[in-house]
């Protein structure tokens, strides 16, 4: 599309390795590989969410930014305070280990099994929509154990102003990502929402939240 809007400049805004998604054929990742060096070539500028992508995509152009994801720091600390009456929560017993995000299988569903199998005493929280592909079905297999355990409570998709509340009702919250080439170059956006909110934070270790150990 490139000349089509008159368009002064082509910034490309990258916010993922889109290669190491789980759906993706090798033969996708060939294509989508092939398809982002060429975008790449042509934008003027380029934009990558953690230093890990930048570098990636330091091969393909001379003008790479590290801009990573932010969060309205302001909004979530005032929102999640004050907030211990989420009817949904009212019969949930503390602590409470909570994951605020989206269920896809960028998820470690065997660590959350084994996490929830052995720790029957804690509450294990999840607030956000599922999206895992029924191609996926080890990982929808892992799900569905999950939610087999009384200790666990999925409370579905939420409006995200309704986020703050939600997390502010945690006792921990947590990053239980699957480590793999997306996590390497990914910033969850959740670590810093979880961070305004002033939550103690439980992660597996991921390169892009490296220098922010002290912080959770």
Not at 96 to 114: H, M, P, Q, T
Not at 153 to 162: I, S, W
Not at 185 to 199: D, L, Q, R, T, V
Request: aromatic share 12%; hydrophobic share 35%; charged share 20%.
């Amino acid at each position: 599309f490139k000349g089509l809007f008159d368009e002064r400049m082509v910034v490309y805004d990258c916010f993922d390795k889109y290669t190491g998604y789980a759906v993706n054929t090798p033969e996708d990742s060939v294509q989508t590989t092939s398809r982002e060096r060429e975008l790449v070539a042509q934008a003027d500028v380029v934009f990558a969410v953690s230093p890990q992508l930048a570098s990636y995509l330091g091969q393909y152009h001379p003008k790479v930014f590290v801009v990573p994801n932010g969060v309205d720091a302001q909004y979530f600390s005032t929102k999640q305070k004050g907030n211990e009456a989420i009817a949904e929560l009212g019969g949930v017993p503390r602590p409470r280990i909570g994951y605020a995000g989206v269920i896809s299988n960028k998820l470690d569903f065997e660590l959350l099994n084994y996490v929830a199998e052995n720790n029957p005493s804690w509450s294990l929280i999840f607030v956000g929509p599922e999206d895992i592909s029924p191609k996926l079905r080890e990982d929808m297999r892992l799900l569905q154990a999950l939610k087999t355990h009384d200790n666990v409570y999925f409370l579905g998709n939420k409006h995200p102003r309704d986020l703050p509340m939600y997390i502010g009702n945690f006792d921990v919250a947590i990053m239980p990502l699957l480590q793999d080439s997306r996590t390497e170059y990914s910033s969850p956006n959740k670590f810093y929402e979880y961070c305004a909110c002033g939550k103690p934070i439980v992660s597996v270790p991921t390169p892009s939240i490296q220098d922010h150990r002290e912080l959770y």
